[in-house]
Every structure is written in structure tokens, then in C-alpha cells.
């Protein structure tokens, strides 16, 4: 065989080892960035579960549970008084908030609706 015939089969069998390899390491490529995204995710999932579990050992105690229902959702036991007390800063804030809300609608939704259908109602 000459040099040319020699050289031609080497290139074709270099290029076909080439493409044999190159898409198995792209596979791996990707796999291992995949696998890399995973257990960043899995190690934020682990603390999750752990603030999780802490916060489900804290709520076993029935005293905590008793401070939050007073705490969020202002429940009082029986026999008690409760007091809601407005300062004045409070009820100054409240009353620079309204003019955002929209005004109230004068009438039930539906003729409101046909009204804006008809073209009569602003």
C-alpha cells in the first residue's frame, strides 16, 4: 500500500474513533452538570426539611401553639377581655390609604356589567 492509501485509513479510523468518543463524552458532559445542579438542589431541600422540623418541634410544645393563636390570629381564652388599641399614628395612616382604594360601586355587578356592554355607564 502507498503512503496515501495508508494515511486515508488512518484519518477515517481516527475520525470514526472521534465520532465514536465524542458523543459519549457529551452525555457525560451534561450528566455531570445535571448532577451538579441536583445536589445543589437537594442540599437546599435538606435545610428546608431541617427549618421544617425544627419549627414542627417547636409547635409540640401546647404553650406555643397557645402564643401563636393569640399572636396571628388574636384568639383569647374564655373569661378573657380583649383589647384593640388604635394610636393616632395608626389612624392617620389608615385614613392616607383610602383615597388609593377605588370607589364604591353603586349597584349589583350585573348592571354595572350591562352598562359597560350597552355603552350608557362610564
Known sequence: MSNTR???VVAIVVCALAFTIAVP????LSQRSDVT????????????VAQ??????????PAQVEAEARRRLRFV???ETPYMVQLPEDK???QGSV???PAAPDGPWYSRLWDQ???SGG
Open 6 to 8: 495508508r494515511a486515508a
Open 25 to 28: 463524552l457529551r452525555t457525560y
Open 37 to 48: 445542579t441536583e445536589q445543589a438542589r437537594h442540599a437546599a431541600l435538606q435545610a428546608e
Open 52 to 61: 421544617l422540623q425544627a419549627r414542627k418541634a417547636e409547635l409540640a410544645d
Open 77 to 79: 381564652m374564655p373569661g
Open 92 to 94: 392617620a395612616a389608615d
Open 99 to 101: 383615597p388609593d382604594q
Open 117 to 119: 356592554v350597552s355603552g
